[in-house]
């Protein structure tokens, strides 16, 4: 691009296409990442698959949650089939004639009452400046010190746990590792854990386990490090498929002690410290299910109606998955491992498939 071109040429002519391919595939990862999420709001009440596995598990009807389960396990690995460009303005065509009518903004007056006032604690809103003083202090030490701890020390746990499950789990998934036809059901198991929401893993645990930070930490584990796994499988099969083999090739566990780990393990430190962010960030929104992380509290504070409090802890959620972000990305260039994640990043579609 010659260097009297405009900003709007540099955009459509240079940046764009260079992107295009990258931005692609990364949609198209966020899209199943949304199908999750949209299955995790019927647990607030919207009429998802989420709404009607809550409903099936509080009335005992576990035959028909296992069949909603499956539903939304055959949706997400059958998304290669049917999420086709051609087809995306029927599909949203659709999505805006079936809307249900629970979403959209009826009353105007409502929402501008919530952000002018609900949300902004009395004290402040008269001027009294030493009874703001004293709310902040007793929000910090009764709710926001013990959420953040809470929060912080059930991720770093769930962070463990996922680089654990994905040393065991993706070596069997792996053709290098399994062989041709062994890895299958390595896949299967792996498309399983990181096709199942976060929520619904924990909600299931709990329901085994009692309440308990174990659910919460066993599902953001196993549905991170299922995940990951399944990346870095794809990643060994495809180096696999285009090396030549070697007639002193170690096997077994020689190779995945060896050969295959050491080569994964900075791509997986990558996607550990990519993922970083959003367990902390799943910790603190798991807190609706009973575990007293900061999502508990902005659920006791919503079912209260104490619309001030649950404000000052979206902030300190907010704020607090920031600084974990920033801090994420320090120790990936620290550790030399951002270019694993940019290259993973490309292939990320073809992977989580």
Known sequence: MPPAAGALKRYLYTLIPQSWSALLSYTRYRFECALRSSAILGFIGLPTLGFHLETAFKQGHYSEAGALLWVFLLLIASIRW????????????????????????????????????????????????????????MMFSEQVWPGLVQTLLLTQIAVVLSGVVVLVCYPFASRALAGPVMRWPGRFLLLVLRSTPEMVLAYVLLLLCGPSGLPL??????????????????????????????????????????????????????????????????????????????????D???????????????????????????????????????????KQARNISINCR
Not at 96 to 113: K, V
Not at 291 to 298: E, R, S
Not at 316 to 337: E, G, K, P, Q, Y
């Open 82 to 137: 049917w999420l086709r460009p051609q087809l995306l303005p029927l599909y949203l065509l659709a999505a805006i004639w079936l809307l249900p009518e629970t979403i959209g903004f009826s009353n105007g007056g409502s929402l501008w009452r919530f952000i002018s006032v609900d949300i902004w604690p009395t004290a402040l809103r008269q001027g009294d400046w030493g009874g703001l003083l004293g709310w902040l202090q």
């Open 300 to 342: 006791s504070a919503f079912e209260e109606i104490r619309y001030d409090r649950a404000f000052l802890l979206i902030v300190v959620t907010a704020l607090l998955n920031i600084l974990v972000d920033t801090l994420s990305r320090r120790l990936r260039r620290l550790a030399h491992t951002d270019i694993q994640l940019e």
């Open 217 to 298: 930490v066993l599902a953001l584990g196993l549905h991170n490090g299922g995940l990951i796994a399944f990346l870095v499988a794809n990643a060994s099969d495809a180096e696999h498929k285009s090396s030549l083999a070697r007639a002193d090739d170690p096997k077994g566990l020689k190779r995945y002690a060896y050969v295959e780990t050491p080569r994964r393990f900075p791509a997986m430190l990558a996607f550990l410290f990519y993922r970083w962010e959003v367990i902390l960030r799943e910790s603190a929104i798991m807190g609706i299910l009973g575990v007293a992380t900061l999502g508990f509290y902005i």
